[in-house]
C-alpha cells in the first residue's frame, strides 16, 4: 500500500546561504522534502542545484540557514551525520568501489557483525540479496561492481540507501548515462520508493522526467530560489521562464564590427559515444556560441577539435584546405587552441611562475639554440598579460597563488601568445567574480575586433546572449538547433537545450 503523502516536510532547509571565493553559491534559499513525494529541483547549471545536494549531505556547511529533520533542528558536519540523519545521494556517476563486490558496495561502513566483532559476510550477503529483491533488482551480491553497468551500479545505490533506512533519497541526474529501457525501470524504481514513504529530490534537465515523476517543484536561479509549488499547477513555459527570467545584470561591451570570411569548416564530426554529426563554418571576426545542459557533449567535441580525443569521422576545413588534426600539436600547429573549463588541472601547471605557464607553449619563441632567454620569456608574459590587466604581485609568482579570475587570464593568456587563428573557450567566466567577468568579455570583443575566430562554449545564457553572434544548441551529443542574433533569447535556448520543441534553425 502506498505510504500517504504528509502535510508536514520530513525535510526542511530554511534560508540557507554558502558562499565560494569570488562566488555566491546560495543566497538565502530554500527547500522542502516531503515524504512519499518526489520534488524536482530546477534551474540552469550554475544555479546552485549540486551545492544545496552537498550541504544535503554534509559535504558542505551553510554559512548561513537552519536545516529541520521533522521539525526539530539538525546539522550535518559530515557526510555520516547526513547519514545518520537518512539523508543519502544517488548520483549520476555513481560514488562506490569497483573492486569490491555488490553486498560490500551496499554495507560498506555498517556491515552486520557477529561474533567479536567481525564482519558476518553470510548474513551481509543474505542482507543484500533481500534488498536487491526488494527494489526488483535481480543482481548477485557476491559479483565485483565492476562487472556491472551503470543502470546496474545505481541499482546497488540505491540498495544502499535502503540499507540505511534512508528517509530522504537525492537523484542527481540519474537517468543522464542510461537507457530507455533502464530509465523505464528507474521511475517504476522511484514509485516503489515513494511507496514506501520515502522523500525524494530529483534533479534533472529533461522536462519530460519531472512532469512524468515529480509531484513538486523548487526553481533556482542564480543561487537563489525563485519558487516552488506543484507540479499539477505548473506548466513547461512557466518553469522556462522562472529558469531564465532575469535581467541581464552584466553589460556586454558593444560589438559591431562585420564578420570576414570562413576560418574553420567542420563537417560530420562524430564520436561512438560523446557526439554525432556536428557540422558548421566559424568567420573571421566571429563569437560563435555553444550552449547546451549537463552531459549535452560542447566539451567532447571541443576537446576533439583540439585534438586531445580522435573523432571516428568527420573532416575539418582551415581557410581553404583540409586541416588534418591527430593530436594538440598539430591542432595549435593548424592555429586552433583551446582553453579548457577546468583550468586548474587542464589549465595551468601549479607551482611554476606566471611566465613560464604563459610560454610554455611557445619555447620556440622564446629561447635560441637550445637554450631559454629569460629576457625574452618575461616579455612575452608580460605584453600578454598586461593585455589581459593581470592582477599578481610579479610574473614570478606561483600560478596556483592567484584568484581563479587571474588564473583564467593567465591561461588565455598562454594560448594568445602562440598567435592562433581560433581560439575556443571552455566556460571561460566560470567561478570567477564579476569584475573579472567583464575584463574576459571585453578581452574576447577586443580579439574578435581584431579578427580572432571565437567558439565560446558557456552554461550561463546572459554570457551566450551577451558575446554571441550565433549559438548551437546541442543536447545528448547533437546539434539540436541555431540562433542568430535575431532569433535568440532565453526561452529559445532553453526550449532546444531541454528538448521541448522542434529543431530550430536561424
Known amino acids: 500500500m502506498q505510504a500517504s503523502p504528509s502535510d508536514r516536510p520530513v525535510l526542511r532547509l530554511s534560508g540557507i546561504s554558502k558562499s565560494f571565493p569570488g562566488v555566491r553559491a546560495l543566497s538565502g534559499v530554500s527547500l522542502e522534502l516531503y515524504p512519499g513525494e518526489v520534488t524536482a529541483l530546477i534551474g540552469e547549471n550554475g544555479a546552485g542545484k549540486s551545492t544545496m545536494v552537498k550541504i544535503l549531505t554534509g559535504i558542505y556547511q551553510p554559512e548561513e540557514g537552519v536545516i529541520e529533520v521533522d521539525g526539530m533542528p539538525a546539522t550535518f558536519p559530515t557526510a555520516s551525520a547526513a547519514a545518520e540523519a537518512g ?23 555498517h556491515a552486520p557483525r557477529g561474533r567479536f566483532g567481525l564482519i558476518d559476510r553470510a548474513a551481509m550477503v543474505a542482507q543484500a540479496r533481500a534488498l536487491l529483491a526488494r527494489i526488483g533488482a535481480d543482481l548477485d551480491p557476491m559479483i565485483p561492481l565492476k562487472e556491472l553497468g551503470i543502470a546496474n551500479k545505481h541499482l546497488v545505490a540505491i540498495a544502499r540507501a535502503l540499507s540505511i533506512e534512508a528517509r530522504v533519497v537525492v537523484m542527481d541526474e540519474p537517468t543522464a548515462a542510461l537507457s530507455f529501457k533502464e530509465i523505464e525501470e528507474l521511475y517504476e524504481l522511484v514509485e516503489r520508493l515513494k511507496a514506501e514513504g520515502k522523500a525524494i529530490l530529483f534533479i534533472s534537465h529533461k522536462f519530460d522526467e519531472i512532469f512524468r515523476i515529480a509531484d513538486r517543484w523548487t526553481v533556482f536561479r542564480d543561487g537563489e530560489l525563485v519558487g516552488a509549488g506543484l507540479m499539477a499547477e505548473v506548466d513547461e513555459g512557466q518553469l522556462v521562464q522562472m529558469m531564465v527570467g532575469r535581467p541581464v545584470d552584466q553589460i556586454f561591451p558593444p560589438r559591431h564590427h562585420a564578420l570576414g570570411a570562413p576560418v574553420l569548416t567542420v563537417a560530420g564530426y562524430c564520436h561512438p559515444t560523446e557526439f554525432e554529426d556536428i557540422n558548421f563554418t566559424l568567420h573571421k571576426g566571429e563569437i560563435l556560441g555553444f550552449y547546451g545542459l549537463v552531459g549535452a557533449g560542447r566539451s567532447e567535441f571541443m576537446q576533439a577539435l583540439f585534438g586531445i580525443t580522435k573523432p571516428s569521422k568527420g573532416a575539418c576545413r582551415i581557410d581553404d584546405h583540409i586541416a588534418v588534426i591527430r593530436s594538440t600539436a598539430e591542432a595549435i600547429g593548424q592555429g586552433i587552441v583551446y582553453v579548457p573549463e577546468d583550468r586548474g588541472r587542464q589549465g595551468t601547471v601549479k607551482g611554476l611562475p606566471i611566465y613560464q605557464n604563459v610560454t610554455l607553449p611557445s619555447l620556440a619563441r622564446t629561447s635560441r639554440h637550445g637554450f631559454l632567454r629569460l629576457a625574452r620569456e618575461f616579455a612575452l608574459a608580460r605584453e600578454y598579460t598586461e593585455r589581459l590587466d593581470l592582477r599578481a604581485a610579479s610574473l614570478d609568482q606561483d600560478v596556483g597563488l592567484l584568484s581563479g579570475g587571474n588564473q583564467q587570464k593567465v591561461v588565455i593568456a598562454k594560448w594568445l601568445a602562440t598567435k592562433p587563428r581560433v581560439i ?7 567561478g570567477i567574480d564579476i569584475g573579472s567577468k567583464a575584463a574576459v568579455h571585453e578581452f574576447m570583443a577586443e580579439l574578435a575586433a581584431e579578427g580572432l575566430a571565437v567558439i565560446m562554449v558557456s552554461s550561463e545564457i546572459p554570457e551566450v546572449l551577451g558575446m554571441s553572434d550565433r549559438v548551437i544548441v546541442m543536447r545528448e551529443g547533437r546539434m539540436v538547433a541555431e540562433f542568430d542574433r535575431a532569433t535568440m533569447s532565453p526561452e529559445a535556448l532553453v526550449r532546444a537545450a531541454a528538448g521541448i520543441g522542434e529543431r530550430v534553425a536561424a
Not at 88 to 108: G, M, W, Y
Not at 424 to 430: A, G, V
Open 87 to 109: 539523508v543519502t545521494a544517488i548520483h549520476q556517476e555513481t560514488v562506490l568501489f569497483d573492486e569490491l563486490s555488490v553486498a560490500e558496495n551496499i554495507f560498506l561502513g
Open 424 to 430: 575556443i573557450l571552455d566556460e571561460p567566466t566560470k
